[in-house]
């Protein structure tokens, strides 16, 4: 495939158990000349790609990378930010000819908002999807947007017949104000320009991030990434890392504290 396909930055590959190579692209463009979030497929060992978009996304502007994971028995999740800013989370069976209709992750919460979308699977029927999010509305490139965001994970244990969200920093804000995706030297940018995920070796979910409101900024309602303080515009190296509940994988059930 090429740019005139798909444009911008990509999000991270991904292999399935089954060989199919993944790399997600936040903008690339259906046969109805529409900009939609995809999947770049390989099924011969990256000799060659096709893209294949989510039916139902639209990309947002200016959008942060997608996230692909594949289940034990190659369920594809791909996580995003639809065109309304919105955290969705779409699963195919067929390595992206068709979609599920997307699931908004966060509207339990009230996002308006959301950045830097992370997906990890572990058996086929279970993934988590974690995001930045804020229900502030508005422009989050703009310098003078205030929203207060948190780091959110969805989690599904039935391959997405119903998935659970929780706020996994409710005390500690990991950014106030704007997450600029542009590049450059935007004091918005402390944040850069992704996050990661995974699993461990008993399914529990590991979520590493950088957190831009530390120290006074936490309680601080006038702090801003765009104005400072400095406490505001940190880039502090952080793991979130799964405490209690299911884990990714079932044979581990009953691991973690319930």
């Known amino acids: ?65 997608p996230s692909a994971a594949a289940g034990a028995s190659n369920t594809l999740y791909v996580g995003y930010v639809n065109y309304d800013g919105h955290p969705n989370i779409a699963i195919s069976r067929d390595h992206g000819l068709t979609w599920s ?56 244990y039935n391959a997405g017949k119903t998935w659970v969200t929780a706020d996994i920093t409710p005390a500690d804000p990991v950014q106030r104000g704007c997450i600029w995706n542009g590049g450059g030297s935007n004091p918005c940018r402390n944040l850069l320009d992704f996050n990661d995920i995974t699993v461990d070796k008993i399914g529990r979910v590991l979520i590493g991030y950088a957190d831009g409101c530390t120290g006074s900024c936490v309680d601080d309602p006038t702090a801003n990434a765009s104005f400072g303080p400095a406490s505001a515009q940190d880039a502090l190296a952080t793991i979130a890392r799964q405490a209690s509940g299911k884990t990714l994988f079932r044979a581990y059930d009953g691991t973690l504290p319930k």
């Open 101 to 156: 209709k997307p699931f908004d992750a966060g509207a339990g919460y009230g996002i308006q908002n959301a950045e830097f979308a992370e997906v990890i699977a572990g058996d086929d029927d279970r993934a988590a999807f974690a995001f930045l999010g804020t229900p502030t509305p508005g422009d989050d490139q703009s310098s003078g947007f205030n929203g207060v965001w948190h780091l959110y994970v969805a989690t599904t």
């Open 1 to 65: 495939y090429n740019l005139t396909q798909c444009g911008g930055l990509h999000g991270h590959i991904r292999v399935s158990p089954d060989g199919t190579a993944y790399v997600p692209n936040e903008d690339c463009t259906d046969a109805a000349g529409v900009q939609r979030p995809a999947v770049v497929v390989s099924n011969d060992n990256g000799l060659t790609w096709n893209v294949r978009t989510i039916s139902r996304a639209k990309s947002s502007r200016p959008g942060g990378d």
